[in-house]
């Protein structure tokens, strides 16, 4: 059906060998291990992954007695799953060295093939000294203060020297009215807004940079299995024995050409050089973020603290003005 162009209808009826060959093929399309095919298996398909004398065992997780692999086809003993974790370490190794020079497809265009920004751009953080002041606590919602006479006294002490030091802060900062100090609240806030969002889009960026490094290394890995396919005299017995393998290597080369936009795609050197650019971006904005977030709750703290002292000043003018009964 396929070789005609019909698209044959999938139903969701799955024997329990079926399932656990699927999801053993997945795992070990990527495992570099046995422990690491373990966890795959468990975290992705809840299946148990056991050894009992050399011999591989799986246990479906609807079933309480374990198939081995022997049951399952000699894709799934230890001899061939073995072989196939050291390929996948010698494929990784690979794509970390030099070798990972190669090309990804889809080179339409003879366009430059490093379209990333350069490390230098990098703007500074912002800097911020934090000081030590603290809000000033109102007696009257405080229920310990309430209880307690000498906590009441102590909290009175720290209040006036918090007030003093909000009092040193505006005078130290030049702010001669209320309007100029909440404006540059008001702009501390934006500052914060905006170097958050900068911060999320960096994040972003570097969540699809490695997705992209992922299938580049995946394309790379599985696509001498692809040209061995293609010169296959028997296409249906080599895609049978190596379904997982050309799955994985048509959905990194569909992939691939989604992100290309009909040009020519980066070297894998110069994805990994885009990412360290990415992460020193975004280890730089962390920082800039947290300076603005700090900055803006200092000025908040003030903010707070000139509300109490001109509470208090009023409340001390109304008990002024008020007339003894």
Known sequence: MKEDGITPKETRYQTEKQFLRGAIDDAASTARSPEE??????????????????????????????ITGRNLGTRYTEDFLLKTFEENTKSH????????????PNTSTDSPTVPFSDTSAIPAPFIFIKSDLRLVIDLQTCIKAQQSEAYAQKVKLTNLKQMA???AY???????????????????????????????????????????????????AYKNVYADYRK????????????????????????LKEKSGGNKLPSMKALYAEKDRLVELR??????FFNHRDYEREL????????????KNYEQLHDRKEPNL
Request: aromatic share 10%.
């Open 93 to 104: 190794k690979e794509q970390k060295e030099e070798i990972l020079e190669q090309q990804t």
């Open 232 to 255: 296959s005299r028997n296409k249906e017995k080599f895609y049978e024995e190596h379904q997982a393998e050309l799955s994985l290597y048509d959905t990194a080369l569909r992939t």
């Open 300 to 311: 908040r703290t003030v903010s707070a603290n000139i509300d109490m002292i001109l509470k």
């Open 37 to 66: 095919f373990s966890k795959i298996l468990d975290e992705k398909y809840h299946i148990i992954f056991k050894i009992s004398r050399n011999r591989y065992s799986y246990l479906h997780p609807g079933r309480k007695k374990y």
């Open 170 to 220: 505006i005078q130290e900062h030049g702010y001669d009215s209320l309007d100029d100090f909440h404006a540059t609240l008001d702009q501390a806030s934006d500052q914060t807004s905006a170097s958050r969002k900068s911060l999320k889009d960096t994040e972003q960026q570097l969540k699809d940079m490695n997705e992209q490094i992922h299938f580049t290394g995946q394309y790379l």
């Open 283 to 288: 280890n730089r904005q962390r920082e800039d």
């Open 165 to 167: 030091q909000t009092v």
